[in-house]
Every structure is written in C-alpha cells, then in structure tokens.
C-alpha cells in the first residue's frame, strides 16, 4: 500500500482519541437533558454537542478533513440546499401561524 | 470485450450493461409509454369535447366501471388525468431524455467505452422497468388508478383509492432508478472524459445532463421521503398530510391529526420545480447539438451557455414556493419566491438569444432535426414567457389552477421538450442503425405535430382567460366555461390528429430499420463531435483507438480549412 | 483525473442525496412542531437509557469499522476479519436493542397512529433502522464473499471497504442528530 504503517498507526491513535471524546460527548448530552434546562437553551445545547461530534464523525472517520476539493464542492452546495430545504417550509407556515394568532388575539 | 460475440440473446439485448443498449431499452420503454400517456389523454378529449355522450366503437372495450356504455364516469376521467401527467412526465419524458439520449450519448460524447458503473446502469434501468409495471398494473386494481391528480395532494390522496398506494410504490421505484442514474453520470463525466477533453471544450449537451444529474440526485430524496410519508399515513395510520378536526362526507376522520398538508406541498414541488428544468435542460442540449450542426458555424457564446445553465440549475432549487402562492404563506415568503422566480428567466433567455444568434449569418441546411429544433425555440419561448405572469403573485392568484397554467406548462413540455426530443431521434438514428429515417414522412411528421400541437394548446390560454379551472370534468355545467366550449371540441379534434400524425412516425421509425438509406460514412452530418468519431453503430466498447481530443466541441467553418467542419479528434 | 476512484467519488454523491433525505425528514421534524400547539418531551415517553446506549454501540461501531480499513492499510488481513466482524455484530446488536424498543412501545399500542410525534419518531428510526440494515448486508458482504477481492486485487478491495465505511459513517452521523432531536428535546 502506499502508506507506510506507521502513520497509519498514527491515524489509528487518533481514531481512538477521537472515539474517546464522542463517548464523552455522549455522556454530557444526556447528562445535560437530565437538568431540564428550558426549551432554547437546551435545544442550542444538544444541537451544538450533536454539530461536534457529526464533525468529528465527517472530519475523522470519513477523512473529510484532507478530502479532495470536488467533494467539498459537492457537499457545500448540498448543505446549501439541506439548510433551505429545512427553514423554508416551517417560516412559510410560520408566518401563517403568526397571522392567525393575531386575528384571535 | 472479445467474448461479446458469444453473449446470448437475453445478455445482449435484454440483461445488457452495455450503456448502448440500456440507452435504446430507456428510449424505447420511453417512447411507449409517452404513447400510452397521450392515449390516456386522447380518451380524456372526448368528454372534453362531448360531455357525457358515449365514446363510440372503442368505449365499448371498457369495463362498467370505467366507462359503463361508452360514458366516462368522472372517477376514470380524474384517474386519467393523474396516470397522464405521472406518466409523461415520470415514465415518457425523462427516461427518453434523461435515460435514452443521455445513455447512449454521453459516453460517446465524452469519448468513454462505457458509464463509470455499467451494473448500477443496468439496475437503474430496471428500477424505472419495475415503476412503470407498478404504475400500469394500478389501472386493474380496485378504484382504479390514482385519482388525486399528478401532484397528489394531501388529504384528498391520503384518503383516496388503493390506486394511490401503487402510485407511490411506484413514484419510489422511480426514484430509487434516477438516483442511481444520476450517481452513474456524474461519475462518468468527471471521471472518464478522453484526453485533451476539458470541461469547457464538453459539447452542451454533456453538460445539459451533468446538470439534470445535479438536480435529480439532490431534489428527488425529498420526494422519496414525501412518499414514504404519504405510505405511513395511508398503511400505518399515521397523520403526517391530515390536520386535527378533519370530516369527510360529515364524518369526522378517526385519526389522530396534528399533521400539515402543506407540508406535502413543500417536498413535493423541491422536487417538482427542478423537474421542469430536468425535463428541459437535456431538450436543450438536444437543440443545441443540432442548431450548430445545421448551420455550420460555431455556437455563438459556448460558455455563456455553459454559466447560464450552471446558474439555471441552482436556482431552480430556490424557487419551488411559487407554486403556492395560493396557499396563504404570507407576504415576506411570497416576495422571496417570487424575486428567485424572475431571476430564474434571465438565464433561460440567455440561453434562448445565445441559440438564436447562432443562426445568424449560419447557411443553413433544412434537414429533418432541424426542422425540429428550429420549431423548439419558438415554442419553449411562448412557454416561457407565458409563465411570467404566473411566477408574479398578483396575475398568478386570477389565473391559478386554470386552463393558463396547463397550456403554460404544455409549452414548455410538449412543442417544446417533445420537439426537441423527435428532432434528437432523427438526428441520432443514423449513429444507432447506420441508416437514415426516411425525409419525407420526417418532414410530415413535423408539420403535423408541429401544428396539431399548438391547435392543442393555444386555445387553452383563452380558456384559461376565461377562468375555465383545470380538472374539470364536465365543463359545460359552467356559464362561462359552455362560452368556449367550442375550443375544446377544436382541441380534441387536433389531438386525434396529432395522434394519426404519430403513426407516421412508428410507421417511419421502424421501416428504416430495414429499409432506410444506408450512411456513407461514419459521419452523416459532417458533425464535429465524437460520437461521431466511432464505428456504425458502435461496438461494444465504443472506440477502435482510445480517443484524443484536440479542440473544443464546434469547430464549423474553421478558416483556413478546405472542409467546414474539424472534428474534436482529428489531430490537423 | 480527479485522483478519487469512481467509487470514492460515487459514493459521496450517494451520500449528497442521503443528506437530502435525511434533510427532508428533519424538515418535516421542525415544521409539524412549530405548527404543534403542544409537543411532548422525547425523553418523558421514549427509553433514553436504552437509547443512549445504541448510540454508543454505533459509534463504536464506527470505531470498528475504521479500524477495519486501517488494517487492510497495513496488509493485516486477520485484524480485518476481526474488525469487521465486530462492525457487523455491533451493527445487529444495534437492531436488537432497537427491536425491544419499537416492541415495548407496540405492547403498549403505542404505534405511529397514536400520534404526530410517534409518527415521526416510528418514521424517522425506521428508516433509520432500514439503513444499518443495509449497512449490515453490505458489510457482510464484504467480510465473507466479497473479500475473495483481497487476494486478487487488494487495492480495489481496500477502496471498497473505504467506500462502505464512508456509507457506514454517515448512518452512525444520521444517529449522532436523531438521537437528540427524538430522545433528548
């Protein structure tokens, strides 16, 4: 293979390392949602601790971190549309929602 | 492959993974069902024209509950409508254009023996089979086909026949095969292009398709999800499309609610509007080809071409709401949807005036495609612009659901995309057989289509003015409908037609098989690309040598050159 | 030309329009519960002990299943037939909690009917589960049958092996989200 061993057991290092902090992620995620934090807080918080350990997932184990620049592309103008696909239709309806709060109000 | 001679029947034409092969089984299955889709519609022409009279001679060959002695009940008539726009968008349309030519063309263009992944093409090929058998086998279930329209709409298609629940088996089908698809091209465009073949010396209609590709492999998942979604609600109770409170024929729904129909509208058009451009984009690469071919001089603004339908793609995934002005999402969403929607028709009048200027100072030759293409460019242009008053919220809410909005659309889709699609057929015919379709039934064929097509569809801006709604199916119960009821009887009469004028296209598309002019050489058009480049027709594997390309995709009348033509892989 | 093989390239479009998927799902997720006049507390109705611990066999699942091409990497064949073993055992170990979840709640006919938040609880883990399924067919695939590959050409075979790693990452990524959004918030 084109690798040599030994910076293949450096990577194996790092896996481990990196396996080492999800779990940890993991443990404060549920810990922190046993504290009951108020709706915000603790939707920014776990959605912040879930965003980490995604990128360490993406990052590390599928080697995005020295991936080619055509999969950045690719996945730049797919996170574009995820994003407008996901507040899009929840603003056009919220709105609706806010209107017809007003007029019972 | 040196042991392809030695393949049976069934592995040479049927379980092939030759992506030669799989283009003509997508073209041909293509070209049958978009056939079967406008029978569909033919069928529904008659009680357009004469509501309620029984259909003579074939309305007898109905069972009682489609058509009980020759009359249409208005169940068969809705699912007619909804089989027609699914099938000739989902099984004709985009297999043909999609499928077909872009299969058998790309590798050949990009000068590849083959797509990247030659299994995963043959298994694309037969998830699209499996749809259509799927979509075809809901017209004999109980209640028949899917009845909610193309769109489906939630509630109605939660609550509607099982029809619907094939519909969506098969729509899953369907899309599972233009994922698969879309992966293989791209892949195959990226990866396998011929040496010296940048991406700016691609010819337009390679990049036609790595756009469409873009678009189905991000804008179908929502669909599948929609679908998955509707299937939970239809089989497992759930309530994703019904909101709490429902009551239907006064009886209130046992479930359990809280569920948005509108959401079905969001995922539905986040495909729907990409899918217009995936219907369009490969009809235009298609025109392309053969405007440059026939006028002998280069396109007039290749890469103008190329940043326009880069930019058309991205947008089209930014504008699918203003198919819901209708729906009360508020004024700030409105605006929004309806500033992209404008933006959106500036790169498809440059590519239009790019097409146009091409013609210019062109000595042009009338052959058959061009016949076709030259047609294309008024009518995707009437198209077009017919569809500005609706992307604008205050002229769209009058002519919503209307008349307007179907001959809108059938521009762009039948004169439009279907023309450029016949003129692909006649253009490439000669590469797949080695034999020319002969040119005077072409040339009647396209004078026929041509101008049944738009004593179809003209008449339905005027109906549409007057406020006659779509779906309609017994138009003259409306005073202002039974007021232009004399179109619809005009409509149905040049659509019969138009139908008679197909037969001469079978008749001609299969008599050439056998008895066409045989080509003189490789070449027939005297084109440049290099598809061109390979032996009549083309052997598995596509290329003798491997091949090099030297210059960009249309070097017409280069100076300095005895010939008018300098094809993209001759070395001088 | 881009220094990726075809299926390197191929799978990360693949997995473009698995984020589009799951994208819609969770679009579904924010608009039925902003247009919700009340919306339950994931971990008030759903087993978090239980939940918290799939999500640890799946990642170290993933852990695995690096691990697995890492040692192919270092032309350790018998480390990649334990590896991979492990990913495949963990993956069905993964299923089976899963299974007891989904049959707690159906003895209690609990089911997607109950509710808009069941619905898309039942949905979302569902489809969820359809893709560790199909991670597990692959993966063992290539941990019996498709490892012939090894010997005849082990740089294919180890590019395969990165290619299902890649799919097998983005299904413990998908997790990582869903976890919290159904059982936590």
């Known amino acids: 293979m084109s690798h040599d061993v030994a910076e293949i057991q450096k990577h194996v290092r790092l896996y481990v390392t990196v396996f080492a902090a999800l779990a940890a992620f993991t443990v404060v995620t549920v810990g922190v949602s046993y504290l009951h934090l108020s709706t915000m807080p603790a939707i920014i918080l776990a959605l912040t601790i879930a965003t980490i350990k995604g990128s360490l997932v993406a990052c590390y184990f599928m080697h995005l971190i020295s991936e080619k620049k055509l999969i950045f592309i690719v996945l730049a103008v797919t996170l574009l549309f995820f994003v407008l696909l996901l507040f899009i239709p929840s603003l056009t309806e919220g709105e609706a929602i806010f209107k017809n709060l007003r007029h019972v109000s | 492959m040196s042991h392809s001679e030695h393949q049976s029947f069934w592995q040479k034409y049927i379980f092939s993974v030759d992506h030669k092969v799989i283009g003509c089984q997508y073209a041909l299955t293509g070209l049958v069902f978009l056939f079967f889709g406008f029978c569909l519609m033919m069928l529904m022409r008659w009680q357009l024209a004469f509501p309620g009279e029984p259909l003579p001679v074939i309305g007898g060959l109905f069972s009682d509950t489609t058509m009980p002695g020759g009359v249409m009940l208005p169940e068969f008539y809705n699912s007619l409508g909804a089989m027609h726009g699914t099938i000739m968008v989902f099984l004709g349309v985009v297999p043909l254009a999609v499928g077909g030519f872009g299969n058998y063309l790309v590798p050949l263009q990009i000068g590849a023996p083959d797509m990247a992944f030659p299994k995963l093409n043959a298994a694309s090929y037969w998830c699209y089979f499996v749809g259509g058998v799927v979509m075809f086998a809901s017209f004999f279930v109980p209640g028949g086909a899917a009845n909610s329209g193309w769109t489906s709409y939630p509630p109605l298609s939660d609550i509607a026949t099982m029809g619907q629940t094939f519909w969506l088996f098969g729509m899953v089908a369907l899309i599972t095969s233009s994922l698969l698809g879309s992966v293989n091209f791209i892949v195959t465009i990226v990866h396998l292009r011929a040496r010296g073949l940048s991406f700016f010396r691609l010819p337009f209609f390679v990049w036609a398709q790595f756009v469409t590709s873009f678009l189905l492999l991000l804008a179908f998942p929502p669909l599948e999800v929609a679908g998955v979604l509707q299937l939970m609600d239809r089989l497992a109770g759930s309530s994703f499309f019904l909101p709490s409170g429902l009551v239907i024929s006064g009886t209130p729904l046992g479930v359990s609610g809280g569920g948005s129909p509108l959401l079905w509208q969001h995922l539905f058009w986040f495909l ?11 009809a235009i690469g298609i025109v392309t080809e053969i405007i440059v071919n026939n006028t002998r001089k280069p396109l007039y603004g290749y890469k103008t071409m190329v940043y326009s339908v880069l930019f058309l793609g991205f947008m089209s995934f930014v504008v699918w709401a203003h198919h819901m002005f209708m729906t009360g999402m508020g004024t700030t969403m409105s605006n929004f949807f309806q500033a992209t929607t404008m933006i959106i028709s500036i790169p498809s009048v440059v590519i239009l005036t790019v097409l146009i200027l091409t013609l210019w100072g062109g000595s042009i030759r009338f052959t058959v495609p061009m016949h076709f293409a030259l047609a294309f460019l008024p009518m995707f242009a009437i198209g077009g612009l017919t569809g500005l008053p609706l992307g604008l919220t205050a002229s769209d809410i009058p002519l919503h659901d209307t008349y307007y909005v ?18 692909g057929v006649y253009y490439w015919y000669p590469k797949v057989t080695g034999r020319m379709m002969n040119e005077k039934l072409g040339k009647i064929h396209f004078w026929g289509s041509f101008l049944c097509l738009n004593g179809i ?10 406020g006659v709604s779509r779906r309609l199916y017994m138009p003259t119960v409306y005073a ?6 004399g179109t619809n009887v005009f409509m149905s009469y040049s659509a019969w037609i138009l139908g008679l ?18 080509v003189e050489s490789d070449n027939p058009w005297q084109a440049t690309t290099l598809e061109w480049a390979t032996p009549t027709p083309p052997p598995h594997g596509n290329f003798l040598q491997e091949p090099e390309v ?22 001088k | 030309m881009t220094g990726m093989t075809n299926s390197k390239l191929g799978i990360w479009l693949f997995l473009a329009s698995e984020v589009m998927l799951f994208g819609a799902l969770f679009s579904t997720y924010i608009l039925l ?39 192919l990497m270092m032309n350790r064949f018998g480390r990649y037939r334990l590896y991979m073993g492990l990913t495949v055992l963990l993956a069905l170990g993964f299923l089976v909690v899963k299974g007891f979840e989904y049959g707690m709640k159906l003895e209690h006919h609990i089911t997607p009917a109950t509710s808009t938040f069941y619905a898309i609880y039942f949905t979302m883990t569902g ?12 993966n063992g695939y290539f941990l019996f049958p498709g490892s012939r590959l090894w010997k005849t050409n082990p740089k294919q075979f180890t590019g395969r092996v990165e290619a299902a790693g890649l799919y097998w990452h983005f299904v413990d990524l998908v997790w990582i989200f869903l976890f919290p959004v159904l059982y936590l918030l």
Request: no cysteine; charged share 10%; hydrophobic share 45%.
């Open chain 2, 272 to 282: 729907a509007h990409p899918e217009v451009y995936v219907l369009i984009l490969p």
């Open chain 2, 406 to 423: 179907i001959g809108h659309f059938h521009y762009v889709v039948a004169p439009g995309t279907l023309l450029a699609l016949f003129g």
């Open chain 2, 457 to 466: 569809f003209m008449p339905m801006f005027i109906q549409g003015l007057a």
């Open chain 2, 480 to 485: 202002h409908a039974e007021a232009v009821q």
């Open chain 2, 501 to 518: 004028v197909q037969l001469i296209f079978i008749f001609n598309f299969f008599r050439s098989l056998k008895k066409g002019k045989k």
């Open chain 2, 550 to 571: 030297y210059r960009g995709p249309y070097e017409y009348s280069p100076p300095g050159r005895t010939e008018d033509f300098w094809p993209q892989n001759e070395e």
């Open chain 3, 33 to 71: 519960r902003t247009g919700a006049e009340s919306w339950p507390h994931g971990s008030s109705l759903l087993n978090v002990p239980l939940a918290t611990l799939n999500t640890m066999i799946l990642i170290t699942s993933s852990v695995t299943m690096v691990m697995a091409w890492a040692s």
């Open chain 3, 127 to 138: 489809l969820h589960g359809l893709h560790v399924l199909g991670g597990i067919l692959v």
